[in-house]
């Protein structure tokens, strides 16, 4: 019997053609010169015009629909990858099963196109809005790309771009500008890695671990020395907004909220002197806590915003020193028509950050309502009045401006929030809609710049962030990367010595040190790392919540 013709060498025949249209580098010679291949070559040189050297190899199933195609000694293209428009490839270049090389597109030698890469050489037009897209034409530009180039999975490579040779592009990576020589790229749009031949570098995650041990060591040896260049022999002064160095009852209580973020009470302070005088500062008709020269009969003190910011500023520093207001806070025991017309006279569209501030008061007096005096009374309205007005585009409370846009909306989204839904452990009403607003909000004012790179608003992007995170995993990656950038700029901030400045252009103050230690823990604690933070915030920026049955 004559094996070659026998029913199995037939099967075994097939078998090997199909794994040769997604296993072409196992040709040998006699694939080469097979009838069938030569006949799909042969019929690509007249079509097109195609130059294809004699080890060049088409797997049957690929898909070839080319104005011009060159291809050099030892290149192949898979079954099922797509190739049309203007390509050339070099020597030993390979494009897989999936991929898809169209448009003008010239490869080197010891080019390898992974399965389901995009190599995009043209372009849509789209710029009259006017017109139907499929109607504006197409644009090419050309892709070049160099020697010795690896391709990965899935990598997308836009119309325009020069990839230099010796390059890696990681799996899928979107390459929107030029790649130099020798790099690894990586990322969406994709950006320099490092240099092959370069020492691989840590990770992101270790490298933000690193200077989260760094930064908490060099805090945790300096904060008695940075409480003592602000004690005064009857309290603590610091820089305020103004430049200017003054005492004030906050500076006390960030001095405190300092050292119990390190586990302990400032240096020489007297717990009890301390005591009798922050609740001395309490009303005892209203509950709320005004500074002394706040003190007028004329006003309102729920009009007062010293008066309710120490709500929390006194209230927590009270509770760190193991005790608490020695009155209940009635400002904030209001029926449900009363709530609501205070609620609804704040200036939601003008100054959202203020009327957000009003709330977290309002939540935080409820707080200590419960916690303190069993006084439960309108938690239920205001949530439900809370949920009421979300806007559900938004996520937020209150209107952009149009002199800052989302600004004051989040950071009154954080104000707000934080004496609310973050204290009591509530879901919040729209967390998506809420986290497309703060990472605009972020990106509008391109991650804050100059004197914008301000406690405040970093404060009030990273605790939005990790709040939502309670929620969702939703852009979870995008958070983390606004993490790592937040702390990976936190050491170079730090003042030896003197702790940080609220702003950048500003001089360090207690303000400054309590708020950027705060937020630097809140981005470790949105990346699962602060434990790795020296640093426990545990007054006002805590985020341990006591759930409504309290």
């Known amino acids: 019997m004559d094996h070659a013709n026998s029913p199995q060498a037939s099967v075994n025949e097939q078998r090997e053609a199909r794994r040769l249209r997604y296993l072409p580098w196992e040709r040998v010679a006699s694939d080469l010169s097979h009838p069938t291949h030569l006949v799909r070559k042969a019929e690509l040189r007249r079509s097109c015009g195609a130059e294809l050297a004699e080890t060049s190899y088409i797997a049957e199933e690929a898909a070839i629909f080319t104005e011009s195609l060159s291809m050099g000694e030892r290149s192949w293209i898979a079954g099922h990858a797509l190739v049309r428009g203007d390509v050339i490839l070099g020597d030993d270049c390979t494009v897989n099963p999936y991929a898809c090389v169209s448009g003008k597109v010239t490869c080197g030698n010891g080019v390898r196109i992974a399965s389901h890469a995009s190599i995009v050489g043209f372009n849509h037009g789209f710029d009259d809005p006017d017109r139907p897209i499929h109607r504006q034409g197409v644009v090419s530009l050309g892709i070049v790309i160099g020697d010795d180039v690896w391709i990965g999975a899935n990598c997308v490579v836009l119309d325009g771009v020069t990839i230099g040779s010796g390059a890696v592009i990681a799996a899928g990576a979107v390459v929107t500008q030029d790649i130099p020589a020798l790099s690894i790229a990586g990322g969406v749009p994709a950006k320099v890695l490092r240099r092959r031949g370069a020492p691989a570098r840590k990770s992101g995650i270790a490298d933000v671990e690193d200077q989260l041990v760094g930064l908490g060591q060099k805090a945790q040896e300096q904060w008695p020395d940075i409480l003592a260049r602000w004690k005064t022999p009857e309290t603590y002064e610091s820089l305020e907004a103004d430049g200017v160095r003054r005492p004030a009852i906050r500076h006390l209580c960030d001095a405190t909220e300092i050292a119990a973020g390190f586990g302990h009470l400032p240096p020489g302070l007297d717990p009890a002197q301390t005591i009798e005088l922050l609740q001395s500062l309490q009303d005892q008709e ?15 003190l729920r009009d007062d915003p010293k008066a309710l910011y120490n709500v929390l500023s006194v209230g927590y520093a009270l509770e760190l020193l193991g005790t608490s207001p020695q009155h209940p806070i009635r400002a904030m025991q209001l029926g449900a028509e009363e709530l609501e017309q205070w609620l609804s006279a704040l200036p939601w569209s003008s100054r959202a950050w203020h009327a957000g501030s009003v709330v977290d008061a309002i939540g935080t007096a409820m707080y200590f309502n419960a916690k303190y005096f069993g006084i439960r009374d309108s938690r239920q ?20 401006t149009v002199l800052e846009g989302w600004l004051q909306p989040v950071n009154g989204f954080y104000r707000l929030t934080r004496g609310t839904y973050a204290q009591f452990g509530m879901p919040l009403p729209h967390p998506h809609a809420a986290l497309e607003t703060v990472h605009l909000n972020y990106r509008n004012h391109k991650g804050f710049v100059a004197q914008k790179y301000n406690a405040c608003n970093l404060l009030d992007t990273i605790h939005p962030l990790l709040l939502i995170a309670r929620q969702t995993d939703y852009r979870r990656a995008d958070g983390e990367a606004i993490a790592r950038n937040l702390i990976s700029r936190a050491p170079d901030r730090w003042w030896d010595g003197e702790g940080f400045p609220f702003a950048d252009g500003s001089e360090p103050s207690l303000q400054g040190t309590e708020m950027w230690l705060s937020v630097i823990h809140l981005a470790a604690d949105f990346l699962s790392l602060s434990d790795r933070f020296a640093f426990v915030p545990k007054g006002v920026h805590r985020t341990a919540t006591v759930g409504l049955g309290l």
């Open 381 to 400: 309205q205001l949530f439900e009045w809370l949920s009421r007005n979300a806007n559900s585009v938004s996520g937020l409370w209150g209107e952009p």
């Open 286 to 300: 209203s509950g709320l806590f005004p500074e002394e020269h706040s003190r007028v009969h004329d006003k309102e």
